[in-house]
């Protein structure tokens, strides 16, 4: 069964100290690792898709990286604005995946407090 | 693009009663909608996965005669909680798969917060 482990479980920065958030991951074919933004009482925002160790991607002050067992989402640089909880989550092959044929399994996620 | 709508954002019913809640793919079709609960500071947890015109599959200790689902058209998915206990309160969320091959993200509507008092 996919698992997904993110930490630390908080992170509280001050604006524009950079850090990173890790998403540790355990998974039988790999067919995409997601990270999602959550706001308080709103549903995921959709960040980044990684599909394959290497694989790198940003937007803004987010950057994305795989390796064939973690993810970091680094974060450059940050804004009050960025404070959010960041979820990490995986599609794994449809024989091992416990998130139905093309569903997601989630990490518990990092409450990021980003302070002014 | 990818718009997914949840309705309602929030409900409060009374034990016994039954909720429905809607999910729609705005602009977009989604043969594939999943709906997912999530308790404070807790994961999501994927509850059922709803296909266009099929049954429903159920994750293992998910009720399917307590969660009825139907996914009546490409656009729109509906979770019903019927008899609805305390225990049942919580954040329901529920998603769509954009078709676009197998590593397609999927969006997410805004959630309903169930209260059931």
């Known amino acids: 069964e996919d698992q997904v482990t993110q930490s630390p479980e908080a992170l509280r920065l001050q604006e524009g100290e950079s850090s990173s958030l890790n998403c540790s991951y355990t998974v039988s074919g790999l067919r995409g690792l997601f990270w999602y933004r959550q706001d308080p009482g709103k549903g995921p925002e959709f960040l980044f898709t990684l599909y394959s160790a290497g694989e790198e991607k940003e937007k803004e002050r987010l950057k994305a990286t795989l390796t064939k067992k973690e993810s970091f989402l680094h974060i450059t640089a940050p804004k009050p604005e960025d404070s959010a909880t960041y979820l990490c989550a995986v599609r794994g092959a449809l024989e091992s995946s416990g998130g139905g044929a093309d569903g997601l399994t989630f990490g518990k996620g990092t409450h990021l407090i980003i302070q002014p | 693009g990818a718009v997914v709508s949840q309705h309602p954002s929030r409900v409060i019913c009374k034990s016994g009663t039954s909720v429905k809640i809607e999910c729609r793919s705005l602009d977009f079709q989604a043969t594939t909608m999943f709906w997912y609960r999530q308790f404070p500071k807790q994961s999501l947890m994927l509850m059922a996965t709803?296909?266009?015109?099929?049954?429903?599959?159920?994750e293992q200790g998910v009720e399917k005669d307590k969660f009825l689902i139907n996914h009546a058209s490409l656009t729109l998915s509906t979770l019903t909680v019927t008899s609805a206990h305390p225990e049942d309160s919580s954040f329901y969320i529920c998603?769509?798969?954009?078709?676009?091959?197998?590593?397609?993200?999927?969006?997410f509507g805004n959630g309903t917060r169930l209260t059931v008092t």
């Open positions: 709803s296909n266009e015109g099929s049954k429903a599959t159920y």
């Open positions: 998603s769509a798969l954009q078709a676009g091959g197998l590593g397609s993200p999927l969006h």
